[in-house]
């Protein structure tokens, strides 16, 4: 393809963006968190239960979890996107995962009733990450994860510089996903990296020597995402003495996901994505920074080999429930952390509401599900019919 100037960006990246979402139903719930909002917008005030004031993810679906590396390189599933994390509902992500999971069942051809039991597994999933106060690693891993987190832990950097940037070479080649810089692009992105905070982050992963050189030695505008796509993005490659790291450089929008109204967050939406994934996911909070760069908030993490999403876009009739269950406690731990005792247990019982004696989904969940899954199917078509 014809690599576009800075100016010719945007129309290119649209066009991009509607092709990725036509793809299939699941890549369109993926792809569009704006139109789970409107829905939760919709709902009259007692719709979902009422949860603690806590840091949610805000677009909590399966490509938004999966395996992190911490600063010591130790892998762990965690939360791992966090462009629409506020102080919220816990709700939220509950339901964004239900619908997630069940796109994707439905995309597998499962039946219906396995849907059904996914979402029991879910509740339990989640329940039990309320009451046990385990590490998700504890837990019992469906086969895609397993397989995720094997990846995950073999990988090195070269790895990451074939996948990325092509070779081991200090160089970021220009092509579908690298594009050319501005001016003004460049000379920031020199000036950013600086910065003493950013310089500390370079310095402090794979324990290199805090008194290293750093110097900013290739960049690019990366296309990458679906929903970021036409934000501003850029992979920024960095000598750290004799050592390179690849940098990702994001920028941070106002959320879309609805916020309590009695609580106090950051104003600037990269300080905030920066607290979010602070208290939701150690393993990726402890290696972000949030900056300003040409009139706009950033957040900024050294990408490790270690760092994946998971790919569930296929669900196996064995592995359904067992997914759900499992991806549900990882969410659940990310929430738990964040209440105390007495918060935990209250918490669950409002889960329970409208659920019966015997073993089914509670009536919130299920009915926001089935909401959701047929507004997002029309819209899934009308996309296609205006832009596939």
């Not at 609580?263 to 994934?277: H, I, L, T």
């Not at 738990?336 to 089914?360: N, V």
């Amino acid at each position: 393809m014809k690599i576009p100037t800075p100016d010719a960006r945007q129309e290119i990246l649209r066009l991009r963006r509607a092709k990725k979402m036509s793809r299939s139903p699941h890549a369109y719930v993926r792809g569009n968190t704006a139109q789970y909002y409107e829905w939760l917008h919709s709902q009259r005030g007692h719709a979902l239960p009422h949860g603690p004031a806590i840091w949610i993810c805000g677009d909590c679906h399966v490509g938004n979890l999966g395996p992190l590396a911490d600063s010591d390189g130790r892998v762990k599933v965690q939360v791992r996107d966090f462009d629409q994390t506020v102080i919220g509902n816990p709700a939220h992500d509950l339901v964004r995962l239900a619908l997630s999971l069940t796109t994707a069942a439905r995309g597998s051809h499962l039946p219906g009733v396995v849907a059904v039991q996914m979402l029991e597994h879910l509740l339990d999933g989640y329940e039990h990450a309320l009451t046990s106060g385990e590490d998700a690693e504890s837990m019992q891993k469906p086969d895609a994860v397993k397989v995720a987190l094997r990846e995950a832990v073999k990988r090195s950097w070269k790895t990451l510089a074939r996948e990325r940037i092509t070779d081991t070479q200090p160089k970021i080649p220009k092509g579908s996903n690298f594009w050319p810089l501005s001016k003004a692009e460049k000379a920031g992105l020199a000036q950013l990296f600086e910065a003493p905070e950013l310089v500390a982050l370079a310095t402090t992963l794979k324990s290199r020597s805090d008194n290293a050189r750093v110097e900013v030695v290739d960049a690019a505008y990366w296309v990458k995402g679906c929903s970021s796509l036409g934000l501003q993005r850029y992979a920024v490659l960095l000598s750290v003495d004799e050592d390179y790291c690849l940098m990702d450089v994001k920028q941070a929008v106002h959320a879309t996901a609805p916020r309590y109204s009695h609580v106090s967050m950051p104003r600037d939406n990269a300080r905030r994505v920066a607290e979010g994934a602070r208290l939701m996911s150690p393993a990726l909070g402890e290696r972000l920074v949030a900056q300003r760069f040409l009139d706009h908030g950033v957040f900024i993490r050294e990408l490790l080999p270690q760092d994946l999403k998971l790919e569930i876009d296929q669900l196996s009739l064995k592995d359904a429930t067992r997914t759900a269950n499992y991806l549900a406690y990882v969410v659940g731990c990310a929430h738990a952390r964040q209440m105390d005792k007495e918060t935990r247990k209250a918490w669950c019982l409002e889960l329970k509401a409208g659920q019966g004696k015997a073993r089914t989904v509670p009536a919130w969940l299920w009915d926001s599900v089935v909401q959701l899954v047929a507004s997002h199917e029309a819209g899934y078509l009308n996309h296609c019919l205006r832009y596939a």
